[in-house]
C-alpha cells in the first residue's frame, strides 16, 4: 500500500500509484485473505482500489495507470473484483487483463452509447441477449424472475435451475436501474452532487449523504461544528432503526407471519413521523450537506424522540418474544439460507449480512468517525449465518441504537449546525470516507476541482460485496424459500447499479 | 402472540379518516375516468406497482400506504402481483432505459380498461436524474399517464389523495 508514487491531494487515506508488480502484490495480498478489497473503480484514466490491511487497520487506496485502456485484473485472483471490473468496462471502457467474465454488467446495449464516461461513443440501443451460465443435466429446469417482480420492489432478473424443487444455481443479472449517477455527478456543483448521492439509494439517503459530505470535508480539511455531527449521527440511527425494524417485519412476513409484519409496519411509521416532525422530512432526505445539516432539533422534536424512543424499548421486547417463542416462523428461518463465514470474509461481506456470519465489520469501529468514538455500544453479531441469525443481528442493533440516540441527544453540544462558506481548494484534491449504512459500509470517494467543484465521484454501495454471496446462499434450498433469504439480505439494486 | 392478538381486540384501531382530495388530482381525473369504466370497475382497483428506475424512496412511501396508519385497501385498493390482474399501473422513476422495454411489456400485459399513474418527481419528468444517457426521463414519454403524484418521494397522504380520487365519482 505505500509503494509507489504518493498523491499528495488525498484525504484522509493515502493513495499511491503503483506500477504492475506492486498492483499484483496488492492483489495477492487480498487473495490470502491479509486485507480486504473494500473498493475497485475507475475516474476514466486510471483503476483505483480501496484496501483494508487486516495486520495494522490501515486504510489506503492504490491506483494503476491504465495508458493503453487495461489494467491487470482484479477478479482474476480475488473474485469479488468480477463484477467490478465489468462495471469499468461498460462505463469506462477499460479492459481487466485476464477476467474470465467478459459480459457486459450494467450496460444492456440499450443506452445508444458505449463506455459514457471516458470517450463515449455511439452504439445501436437495440438491446443485447444475455449468455446466462449454463446448468444442465436431464432434470433441470430454469425459472426466469423480473425484472418486474411480484412486489413492491426494485427491478433485476433472478435466473434459477432448479431440480424440481431444489435450487441448483441462481444467476443474478443486474443493471436494470442504472441511472448513470456517477456522469451526472462529474462536474456537478457541491450542492447538486450532494443531492445526487442523496438518491444513490432512497433508503440509506443519510448514509450516502453524510458518506459524501464527510468525503468532500475530508478534501477540503474542513471541520464542520460539534452540534452538526451529533445531528448527522441521529439521523443514521433513526434511518438504520426505521430500516431494521421494516426488515424484521418483512422477513417474516415472506414466511407468511403477518402478526410480525403489521405491529413492525406501524413502528417503522411512528419512527418516519417522528424523523420529519424533526427534520421535515420523513426519509430525510437532503438534510444532510456538505459542511453540516439544514435543520436544528427543537425542543419539540427532542421530546417526540424520547416519546418514541420510550415507547419503542417497551415494544421490542415484546417483538423478541414474539418471534423468539413462535415455532412456526423459527422452522422457517432457522437453518434457512446458511452463509459461512470464509465467503463473508473473503468478499469483505459489511452489514447485518457479515455480522450475522462471524465478520465483525462495522465502519463506525474501524476506520470510525465522529461522533461515534466518543459513544459506547455494541455491534451485533452471530456466527449462525442463517436468515435467523440475520434477523437477531438486526434486532441487537435495534437495542444499539435506542442506547445511540439517549446518548447522542444527551451529549449533543450546542452551537451553530453549518459552516457557511468553504475555502476554494485552488488546486485538486480527492476525499474519501466510509460510513456504516443500515446495510453495511458505504464507501464514497470524490475528487473536487480547484473551484471545489465535483471532478468525479464514486459511490459504492455494500450491495456489491453481498449480491454475489445471495446466489451462493440459495443453493441447496427450495425455490420456495428464495424470498425469504432475499429479504434477509434486504440488498440494493439502485445503490449496486447506480 | 395472544397479547398481540388480545391487545387487537381491545385497542381502538390506529387508522386514520381518509384524506381530503386534492382538486388538481380531481380534475386530472375527470378526464380519465368514464362513467362506463366505473360501472364496470365499482369502487375497487387493482394495482400493480412497477420501478422503472426509482432509487426505491418512492417504494418505501408505497409500502407504508399498507400499514394500519393509512390501511390503503379500505378504500378497494389492493396491489397485485401481476399486470395481468391489475387495473391501474403506478409507475416510479426516470424510466431507465434498461428498464423502458420491461415498462412497454408491463403496459401491454394489463389489461383495458387501465390508468397509470406516475408516482415521484423522477417519474414526472425525470427528477435529478433528468439529462442522464440512461435515463429517457418522464413515464409518460414512454406510456400514457392518467395521473401525477409529485413528491421526492410523496408522503403516503399524498399518494391516498391521488389513489381515492381514482376510486371516487366525483367528476
Request: glycine share 10%.
Amino acid at each position: 500500500m505505500q509503494s509507489g508514487r504518493a498523491i499528495e491531494q488525498s484525504r484522509p487515506w493515502p493513495r499511491h500509484v503503483v506500477d504492475h508488480t506492486s498492483w499484483l502484490r496488492a492483489i495477492r495480498e487480498i487473495s490470502k485473505g491479509h486485507g480486504d478489497m473494500l473498493g475497485l473503480w475507475s475516474d476514466g484514466a486510471d483503476v483505483h482500489m480501496l484496501l483494508l490491511d487486516h495486520e495494522s487497520s490501515d486504510i489506503g487506496i492504490v491506483s494503476i495507470e491504465c495508458p493503453n485502456g487495461r489494467f491487470p485484473s482484479v477478479g482474476h485472483m480475488h473474485p469479488p473484483a468480477l463484477r467490478l471490473e465489468r462495471a469499468i468496462r461498460d462505463i469506462y471502457g477499460l479492459q481487466a487483463d485476464g477476467s474470465s467474465d467478459f459480459r457486459h454488467w450494467l450496460d444492456h446495449g440499450r443506452w445508444g452509447v458505449r463506455h459514457p464516461g471516458a470517450k463515449p461513443e455511439p452504439s445501436e440501443a437495440s438491446g443485447e441477449a444475455y449468455a446466462f451460465l449454463a446448468a444442465e443435466g436431464a432434470p433441470l429446469h430454469q425459472i426466469p424472475v423480473g425484472p418486474v417482480h411480484a412486489g413492491i420492489i426494485e427491478p433485476g432478473h433472478f435466473r434459477f435451475s432448479a431440480n424440481g424443487e431444489v435450487v441448483v444455481r441462481l444467476e443474478e443479472r443486474f443493471g436494470y436501474v442504472h441511472k448513470g449517477i456517477e456522469q451526472l455527478m462529474a462536474d456537478a456543483p457541491l450542492d447538486r452532487a450532494a443531492r445526487l448521492a442523496g438518491r444513490v439509494s432512497g433508503d440509506s439517503t443519510v448514509a450516502y449523504a453524510l458518506a459524501f459530505a464527510n468525503a468532500v470535508e475530508s478534501a477540503l480539511e474542513v471541520q464542520v461544528p460539534g452540534r452538526a455531527v451529533y445531528l448527522r449521527a441521529l439521523m443514521a440511527e433513526l434511518e438504520r432503526l426505521a430500516n431494521h425494524i421494516g426488515d424484521i417485519g418483512a422477513i417474516c412476513n415472506d414466511a407468511s407471519f403477518s402478526l410480525m409484519h403489521t405491529h413492525a409496519s406501524i413502528l417503522r411509521e411512528r419512527v418516519l413521523r417522528a424523523s420529519r416532525l424533526c427534520f421535515g422530512h420523513r426519509l430525510m432526505m437532503d438534510r444532510i450537506v456538505p459542511g453540516g445539516v439544514i435543520d436544528d432539533l427543537t425542543m419539540e422534536g427532542a421530546v417526540a424522540l424520547h416519546a418514541l424512543l420510550s415507547g419503542a424499548k417497551k415494544i421490542i421486547p415484546r417483538f423478541v418474544d414474539l418471534y423468539g417463542d413462535t415455532t412456526s416462523i423459527q422452522d422457517r428461518t432457522v437453518g434457512a439460507g446458511f452463509l459461512g463465514s470464509k465467503l463473508v470474509k473473503q468478499y469483505g461481506c459489511g452489514g447485518v449480512i457479515g455480522r450475522a456470519s462471524g465478520r465483525g465489520f462495522d465502519a463506525r469501529r474501524t476506520p470510525g468517525y465522529a461522533p461515534y468514538p466518543e459513544l459506547s455500544f455494541k455491534v451485533g453479531s452471530a456466527h449462525a449465518g442463517d436468515v435467523d441469525a440475520r434477523v437477531w443481528v438486526r434486532f441487537d442493533e435495534i437495542k444499539a441504537s435506542f442506547g445511540l440516540i439517549e446518548q447522542i441527544l444527551d451529549k449533543m453540544p450546542e452551537g451553530p449546525i453549518r459552516i457557511e462558506s468553504f475555502p476554494e481548494p485552488s488546486e485538486t484534491r480527492e476525499g474519501a470516507a466510509l460510513v456504516e449504512g443500515f446495510r453495511g459500509d458505504i464507501f464514497v470517494w470524490v475528487r473536487l476541482d480547484a473551484s471545489g467543484a465535483v471532478r468525479r465521484c464514486h459511490p459504492r454501495d455494500p450491495s456489491w460485496f453481498q449480491w454475489p454471496l445471495l446466489e451462493a446462499v440459495i443453493e441447496g434450498n427450495i425455490v420456495a424459500d428464495f424470498p425469504l433469504c432475499n429479504k434477509s439480505f434486504n440488498c440494493s439494486y439502485s445503490g449496486h447499479d447506480l | 402472540m395472544r397479547k398481540f392478538l388480545f391487545q387487537g381486540l381491545l385497542r381502538s384501531p390506529l387508522t386514520e379518516p381518509a384524506p381530503a382530495l386534492d382538486e388538481a388530482a380531481v380534475a386530472e381525473l375527470a378526464g380519465a375516468l368514464t362513467k362506463a369504466s366505473r360501472r364496470r370497475l365499482g369502487r375497487s382497483l387493482s394495482i400493480r406497482e412497477v420501478d422503472a428506475g426509482s432509487c426505491n424512496g418512492c417504494e418505501l412511501e408505497i409500502h407504508a400506504l399498507g400499514n394500519s396508519f393509512y390501511d390503503l385497501e379500505r378504500f378497494g385498493l389492493r396491489f397485485v402481483a401481476s399486470p395481468r390482474h391489475a387495473d391501474v399501473l403506478l409507475v416510479t422513476g426516470p424510466v431507465t432505459k434498461n428498464m423502458r422495454e420491461a415498462l412497454e411489456r408491463t403496459y401491454a400485459a394489463t389489461p383495458d380498461p387501465k390508468w397509470v399513474v406516475a408516482v415521484g418527481d423522477c417519474a414526472f419528468n425525470g427528477g435529478v436524474f433528468a439529462g442522464s444517457y440512461a435515463c429517457v426521463g418522464a413515464v409518460s414519454e414512454v406510456i400514457p399517464v392518467d395521473l401525477h403524484i409529485r413528491g421526492c418521494p410523496p408522503e403516503p397522504v399524498a399518494l391516498l389523495k391521488g389513489l381515492i380520487a381514482l376510486v371516487e365519482n366525483r367528476t
